[in-house]
């Protein structure tokens, strides 16, 4: 259970989604807008994304982290557009039977998401200046925007 948005994110339902009586965990992740950065005034964030890409990257963390934990069920949203201080922007919930399980499959969840699905964030500073921040930024942000339906990811590009 994937999804991109530029709604805000129901964290409840997110969770409500992965909650089941086969398991005892439920794991809860909030990325949220922090207002310092490296002694930097933050003042908000913008998000852009490669849809069909992100999906399908954000799906195999979730098949590989079932492989690697026996955990019941995993989903995660990223927001996208314009984020003000304090926003979610991304979250992820995991359930299992136990918690260590689910601590686990979660860090492995929000590390790798920030390691390898083309979501990129523009840091506007208080200073007026901004600043792309991923991993190859330069060629994926590109990326990003040649895509025709990059417009487009309001919650219709969802996989379950």
């Excluded at 922090?34 to 964030?45: D, P, S, W």
Aim: some cysteine; glycine content about 4%.
């Amino acid at each position: 259970m994937v999804r991109l948005t530029r709604e805000p994110i129901d964290y409840a339902a997110l969770t409500e989604r992965v909650r089941s009586s086969q398991a005892g965990a439920v794991v809860l992740f909030l990325g949220t807008v922090r207002e310092m950065t490296a002694g930097r005034r933050t003042i908000a964030l913008d998000y852009e994304a490669y849809p069909e890409m992100a999906i399908i990257k954000m799906q195999q963390l979730c098949d590989e982290a079932s492989t690697r934990w026996p955990i019941t069920a995993a989903a995660i949203e990223h927001r996208l557009g314009r984020l003000e201080l304090g926003e979610i922007s991304v979250a992820l919930a995991v359930s299992s039977p136990h918690r260590a399980d689910a601590f686990e499959a979660g860090r492995f969840l929000i590390d790798r998401l920030k390691e390898i699905v083309p979501v990129w964030k523009q840091e506007n500073w208080d200073d007026g200046t901004t600043e792309w921040v991923h991993p190859d930024s330069t060629m994926t942000a590109k990326l990003a925007m040649q895509s025709p339906s990059h417009e487009e990811a309001d919650g219709r590009s969802e996989t379950n």
